[in-house]
C-alpha cells in the first residue's frame, strides 16, 4: 500500500510560479511511476505529466508542456511539479498518482492522494 500526501498548492496570481510537492509513504514507491493529474469543478480529471522511476523518461500533456516540470527525488519518495506561466485556467484540484508503469490513463493509476488546491488569479 502506498500513501500520497500533496502540498504545495495555493493562490497565486497570473504569471506565477508554484511547485507541488507529492510525499510517498512507502519504500516501495520509489519503484512506482507517478503522475501529476488535475481536476477542475465540472470538469474531467485531466492528465497532464508523468515520469517513470528512476526519473529517466516523462511524457506531458501539450496543455501544460513547456510550463510544468516534474521530477523526483526517490531518497525523498517524493516527487514535484514545477508550474511556472500559470493561467487562471490552470486552476483545479491537482492530485498525485502511482502506477506500475509511465502511463497518461488515469485507470493505470493504483494510487491517488488527496489533493491540493491551486487557484489562478487574474
Known amino acids: 500500500q502506498v500513501q500520497l500526501v500533496e502540498s504545495g498548492g495555493g493562490l497565486v496570481q497570473a504569471g506565477g510560479s508554484l511547485r507541488l510537492s507529492c510525499a510517498a509513504s512507502?519504500?516501495?514507491?520509489?519503484?512506482?511511476?507517478m503522475g501529476w493529474f488535475r481536476q477542475a469543478p465540472g470538469k474531467e480529471r485531466e492528465f497532464l505529466v508523468a515520469?517513470?522511476?528512476?526519473?529517466?523518461?516523462?511524457d506531458y500533456a501539450d496543455s501544460v508542456k513547456g510550463r510544468f516540470t516534474i521530477s523526483r527525488d526517490n531518497a525523498k519518495n517524493t516527487v514535484y511539479l514545477q508550474m511556472n506561466s500559470l493561467k487562471p485556467e490552470d486552476t483545479a484540484g491537482y492530485y498525485c498518482a502511482a502506477a506500475v508503469t509511465l502511463s497518461t490513463t488515469r485507470g493505470r493509476y493504483d494510487y491517488w492522494g488527496q489533493g491540493t488546491q491551486v487557484t489562478v488569479s487574474s
Open positions: 512507502a519504500r516501495t514507491s520509489t519503484s512506482y511511476a
Open positions: 515520469i517513470n522511476w528512476r526519473g529517466l523518461n516523462t
